[in-house]
């Protein structure tokens, strides 16, 4: 959810081959986004690097040029997890960006986070997706991959996901891994 709209949003503000702010998802830059392999978006797990240290080298980076996309683009991600003073170090850096940088802050826990941070972004807010949506979206992987699936087994799998695309999914795959392309309600009962 969070990191793929990130690098989704990294895409559209960098991509070759389509000004209108949608990315096409073809063209070099945008692949490479996609592959991980963009030198101008860099994505910190705060949670690992939570120290000022790491945040006055980011501090140091930022004003160094992109190298291939029009912007360099910071994703943090669990950015409530920053200490307190890696926070105020960061804060600096928002309140003055260069021009070329865009930071994109990720967090499932905005209470965490300094409200001097909070006011200077455009905050989303992601909210959890309904089960019927999530029906809906595995139906159309099944069709896709060639799955049968009951429908009770599919309303039980998105029911157990609560909310999150990605654990349901996850849990379809298990089930293909484990009991093939048949699935059935007591299969994801167990």
Not at 84 to 93: V, Y
Not at 108 to 130: A, G, M, N, Y
Not at 152 to 168: H, N
Request: hydrophobic fraction near 35%.
């Amino acid at each position: 959810g969070k990191t793929s709209t990130a690098r989704a949003l990294a895409k559209a503000v960098n991509c070759l081959t389509n000004g209108q702010g949608e990315p096409c998802n073809t063209c070099d830059m945008c692949q490479a986004i996609t592959e991980g392999r963009a030198l101008d978006v860099i994505e910190i797990d705060a949670a690992s690097n939570t120290g000022v240290d790491d945040i006055r080298s980011l501090r140091e980076k930022v004003n160094y040029a992109p190298n291939e996309a029009r912007y360099k683009v910071y994703i943090i991600d669990e950015v409530h997890m920053l200490s307190t003073a890696a926070s105020n170090a960061l804060l600096k850096t928002l309140e003055e960006p260069p021009a070329h940088v865009i930071f994109i802050l990720a967090t499932t826990e905005s209470h965490k986070i300094l409200p001097t941070i909070i006011s200077r972004c455009q905050r989303f807010d992601f909210r959890r997706l309904s089960q019927q949506d999530i029906i809906a979206k595995l139906t159309r992987i099944c069709e896709t991959e060639g799955i049968t699936a009951e429908p009770e087994a599919v309303r039980l799998i998105a029911r157990s996901a609560t909310g999150s695309l990605r654990d349901a999914e996850n849990l379809l795959q298990q089930m293909t891994t484990y009991y093939g392309s048949d699935i059935g309600f007591r299969q994801v009962q167990e």
